[in-house]
């Protein structure tokens, strides 16, 4: 791996190793896509530290986002993001070996 794919690791890791982040993760393959405010309902935080959570979502290539008018819909950026996320709940909720 060069340094370049280190650091794109780097920032997935980064991006998934927050819980507000993976519950954003987690509506928008439910919902498909929302608005901030949708998501700000769904996790509880405020809409600057959503604004914060979705910038870290969007450099690490896990989120995108359309306009609507005056409203901004948030949608995952493909389909290997909610395969992505849908294996490692899976793996999360094995039993530990041992």
């Given at each position: 791996m060069d340094s370049?794919?280190?650091?794109?690791l780097f920032a997935l890791g980064r991006a998934l190793?927050?819980?507000?982040?993976l519950a954003?993760?987690?509506t928008l393959i439910?919902?498909?896509d929302a608005s901030v405010g949708e998501l700000v309902s769904h996790?509880?935080?405020t809409q600057s530290n959503m604004s914060n959570?979705?910038?870290v979502l969007?450099?690490?290539g896990l989120v995108t986002y359309r306009r609507h008018g005056r409203v901004v819909r948030y949608q995952l950026a493909s389909p290997e993001v909610a395969s992505l996320v849908?294996?490692?709940?899976t793996l999360a909720r094995r039993p530990l070996p041992g």
């Amino acid at each position: 791996m060069d340094s370049n794919d280190d650091d794109r690791l780097f920032a997935l890791g980064r991006a998934l190793s927050c819980r507000v982040r993976l519950a954003v993760l987690q509506t928008l393959i439910d919902e498909a896509d929302a608005s901030v405010g949708e998501l700000v309902s769904h996790t509880g935080v405020t809409q600057s530290n959503m604004s914060n959570h979705l910038a870290v979502l969007r450099s690490a290539g896990l989120v995108t986002y359309r306009r609507h008018g005056r409203v901004v819909r948030y949608q995952l950026a493909s389909p290997e993001v909610a395969s992505l996320v849908r294996d490692l709940t899976t793996l999360a909720r094995r039993p530990l070996p041992g």
